[in-house]
Nanobody, 118 residues
Framework: QVQLVESGGGLVQAGGSLRLSCAAS????????MGWYRQAPGKQRDLVAQ???????SYADSVKGRFTVSRDNAKNTVYLQMNNLKPEDTAVYYC????????????WGQGTQVTVSS
């Protein structure tokens, strides 16, 4: 079992920044992928960004150039720096963890609300 605890959501004006954090604990595999999904009201849950344990990253097209995913392996923590936020970024953001090679996350955090006002 892996537990994921997120923090850092909130309300911000368009153009502002927020940083999300997610700490993982439990039975963590050395080689893994951590990331962030988001779900806006009435929409499906989509991948935002993810990062492997060796630092390889990938992003949704809608956030490229604005969001940066990073991690601290010593702390088993993943971060999502969100800059130039837009109202359409408003969603519940979920931290995820999966073993390397899996198609879908094995574990999900409880979610943190990000609201961007126009």
């Amino acid at each position: 079992q892996v537990q994921l605890v997120e923090s850092g959501g909130g309300l911000v004006q368009a153009g502002g920044s927020l940083r999300l954090s997610c700490a993982a604990s439990g039975s963590i595999f050395t080689i893994n992928v951590m990331g962030w999904y988001r779900q806006a009201p009435g929409k499906q849950r989509d991948l935002v960004a993810q990062i492997t344990s060796d630092g390889s990253t990938s992003y949704a097209d809608s956030v490229k150039g604005r969001f940066t995913v990073s991690r601290d392996n010593a702390k088993n923590t993943v971060y999502l720096q969100m800059n130039n936020l837009k109202p359409e970024d408003t969603a519940v953001y979920y931290c995820t963890y999966k073993k390397y090679g899996r198609l879908s996350p094995d574990y999900w955090g409880q979610g943190t609300q990000v609201t961007v006002s126009s």
